[in-house]
Nanobody
Framework: QVRLVESGGGMVQPGGSLSLSCTAS????????MAWFRQGAGEEREFVAG???????????DYSDSAKGRFTVSRDDAKNTLDLRMNSLKPEDAAVYYC??????????????????WGQGTQVTVSS
C-alpha cells in the first residue's frame, strides 16, 4: 500500500521559517516527480514546488512564483523523502500543504492531475 505522510506543519510568525517533510512508503519514487501543493480555505489546490530525477545525480526542480527565492525543495531518494524548507513566511502562505507523487517517470507538473498519490496534508499557519 502506497502512503505519503507529511510532517512539520505548525504555526509561525510572519518572517519566520518552517520545514516540512514527506515520507513515502509502499514503492520506490526515485524516478518519479514528487511535489508540494497547498490549499487555503476556500481556494483551489495550487502548486508550490517539485522535483524529479532527470538522470544520474541531476534533478529538475520547479517552484511557483510565490515560492521562488523563499522556499527550497529537496529529496532523498534513498530514504524516499521530499522536504520543503520555507523561509520568510507570509500570512498568505498559510494553508494545508500536501505532498504528491506521480506513478510513472516524468517532469514536474504544476497541476494536481499530474500526480497519483497524495498525503493527508499538514497545516501551516502564519500569524502574529
Amino acid at each position: 500500500q502506497v502512503r505519503l505522510v507529511e510532517s512539520g506543519g505548525g504555526m509561525v510568525q510572519p518572517g519566520g521559517s518552517l520545514s516540512l517533510s514527506c515520507t513515502a512508503s509502499g514503492r520506490d519514487f526515485s524516478s518519479c516527480a514528487m511535489a508540494w501543493f497547498r490549499q487555503g480555505a476556500g481556494e483551489e489546490r495550487e502548486f508550490v514546488a517539485g522535483s524529479t530525477s532527470i538522470g544520474g545525480p541531476m534533478y529538475q526542480v520547479d517552484y511557483s512564483d510565490s515560492a521562488k527565492g523563499r522556499f527550497t525543495v529537496s529529496r532523498d531518494d534513498a530514504k524516499n523523502t521530499l522536504d520543503l524548507r520555507m523561509n520568510s513566511l507570509k500570512p498568505e502562505d498559510a494553508a494545508v500543504y500536501y505532498c504528491a507523487a506521480a506513478s510513472s517517470p516524468g517532469l514536474v507538473r504544476r497541476t494536481p492531475t499530474g500526480y497519483d498519490y497524495w498525503g493527508q496534508g499538514t497545516q501551516v499557519t502564519v500569524s502574529s
